[in-house]
């Protein structure tokens, strides 16, 4: 599967200290790009006889709309956000394409550490991040869909880290650990 387009947004609205909001986007700009360049081919393909101009139009626009469409529901996750919030915990939010929304609550009381992880497959090689949660035998993940690169990560990383830090002390994260 090729990498999908993502951007970052860092809402800081809030008074300092209160909520941070780090949001991952899916944009669909290469979906299009990639639509385009396949609607030829999809239209060799399709018009192995002559016909007429007019059909010719509506199967390249029939293609381009099947390609739009499959590499939109591919992934049919728009966005993911974490809203941290250091007096209460963490809220995990991802958005579906379809409107749907699942909102997962972790207390702070609950969290012990923030992970970024290195995820190796035959296929491809990601960085993920994860939260290590008292009394789960496995790591939560933050981004459970979309794989956003480490320059993405990274400042949410830092967020979690310092949310943990005011309620756990200074050395709760360390960034020169081995691990």
């Not at 200290?17 to 239209?43: T, Y």
């Not at 199967?59 to 709309?65: E, F, K, M, V």
């Not at 394409?97 to 035959?122: H, N, Q």
Request: charge should be positive; charged fraction near 20%; glycine fraction near 6%.
């Amino acid at each position: 599967m090729g990498r999908i387009s993502i951007a970052y947004i860092h809402e800081g609205k809030w008074p300092p200290g209160s909520v941070d909001i780090h949001i991952i986007e899916k944009s669909l700009r290469k979906a299009v790009f990639v639509a385009i360049l396949l609607i030829p081919i999809a239209c060799i393909f399709l018009s192995l006889k002559e016909i007429s101009a007019t059909l010719i139009l509506w199967r390249l626009q029939l293609s381009g709309l099947l390609v739009i469409l499959l590499l939109f529901f591919w992934n049919p996750v728009h966005k993911e956000s974490v809203i941290i919030m250091p007096a209460f915990g963490v809220q995990l939010e991802t958005h579906y394409t379809s409107g749907r929304i699942i909102r997962r609550f972790i207390p702070a009381g609950e969290i012990l550490k923030p992970v970024l992880l290195e995820c190796v497959t035959p296929v491809t090689c990601y960085w993920s991040l994860s939260l290590l949660v008292r009394g789960k035998e496995e790591l939560v993940l933050v981004f459970k869909e979309l794989h956003p690169p480490m320059k993405m990560l990274l400042p949410v990383w830092k967020a979690l880290c310092a949310s943990i830090d005011n309620k756990a002390g200074p050395e709760t994260c360390g960034e020169g650990e081995d691990g």
